[in-house]
């Protein structure tokens, strides 16, 4: 073979080994964008203090970027710049101390903060130096109806407990019930236990209905209103009791009767047998003299005839 040919075959059996390693797949689809996610709407909240303190309630349902806005109007020294910062639940937040000029004689300290959870909820104050400050107390809207006194159930019966938003508060995206385990909540799944528990939600209000009450039923429950920024919550204890216990005061009071029937039945008796032996002594004693009285003339005539 010619030099000439050595060469061809060579370049061939390269070509050859080359195309095997040449990726003949068809490449996929190609992944989509990701979509960016939306912000956050913005709020804004503002007071004018003029005094040295203010406290300001604002109820939030949704995540937002929350702008607080303070004017103070300033005391009789009307400096002409103080220091403002923040504090979140009497922290002081980082870097948020700033020199707050005078102008159009008052103070102005504004901070966007992003509200989130129900971690970044809480009191937030803007301070104007030591002499003054705004609290801005952020919370989901609250239960307002509380239960002081305890619910009272039956054992191996059911009972309801319920919880109550105030109609004029904003309507919870659903309900949560939980019961209380040492330090711990449990939240409680009907679905789960349908032969225990039974929760009827609807609009401001929910029920919880716990049915074949045992003493490990007893406790505190908690009804939670949930909101996408938090979940407001509220408690009710319940008291399992048998259906014996409510009769213990009854039957205490009848036994006191019975006493004091006996006792009294008792003393009647023994005052009547004293009444009957006096009377017996009585009766004995006028018999005896109405017998001397009786032999007395018969004595004295007798002693006149001897006599005569």
């Known amino acids: 073979m010619s030099a000439s040919w050595k060469h061809l075959f060579l370049q061939i059996l390269l070509l050859l080994v080359s195309c095997r390693h040449i990726n003949t797949k068809t490449p996929g689809p190609t992944s989509p ?18 005094g040295k303190s203010h406290v300001e309630k604002v109820e939030l349902l949704n995540p937002v970027n929350l ?32 020199t707050t000029q005078l102008e ?34 952020l919370a989901a809207p609250k239960i307002g109806e509380v239960r002081d006194k305890p619910i009272v159930g039956y054992m191996g019966d059911f009972t309801v407990i319920t919880c109550k938003m105030e109609d004029t508060k904003p309507k919870p995206n659903t309900w949560n019930w939980y019961k209380a385990n040492g330090t711990e909540k449990e939240q409680i799944f009907a679905a789960a236990e349908p032969h225990r528990y039974e929760i009827k939600n609807k609009d401001w209000k929910t029920r919880l209905v716990v049915h074949n009450l045992t003493k490990a039923d007893g406790g505190l429950y908690y009804c939670g209103a949930v909101y996408a920024i938090s979940t407001s919550m509220s408690h009710v ?33 023994t005052q009547a047998k004293k009444n009957n032996t006096a009377e017996n002594e009585t009766t004995d004693q006028t018999n005896t003299l109405t017998q001397g009285e009786n032999n007395g003339p018969e004595e004295s005539s007798s002693v006149r005839q001897r006599k005569v």
């Open 33 to 50: 964008p990701l979509v960016p996610i939306s912000p956050l709407p913005t709020d804004v909240r503002s007071v004018v203090l003029k």
């Open 67 to 98: 702008a607080l806005e303070c004017t103070w109007t300033g005391d009789q020294s009307k400096l002409p710049n103080i220091t403002g910062f923040w504090r979140k639940d009497g922290d002081e937040v980082n870097n948020s101390r700033v």
């Open 104 to 137: 159009n004689e008052q103070y102005n300290l504004k901070r966007v903060f992003s509200i989130v959870n129900e971690e970044t909820l809480g009191n937030y104050t803007c301070m104007f130096g030591n002499e003054a400050k705004i609290d801005f107390v």
């Open 237 to 269: 204890e319940l008291k399992v009791i048998s259906f014996f216990e409510p009769l213990k005061p009854f039957i205490a009071i009848m036994i006191e009767v019975v006493i004091l029937v006996v006792a009294i039945l008792l003393y009647e008796k």
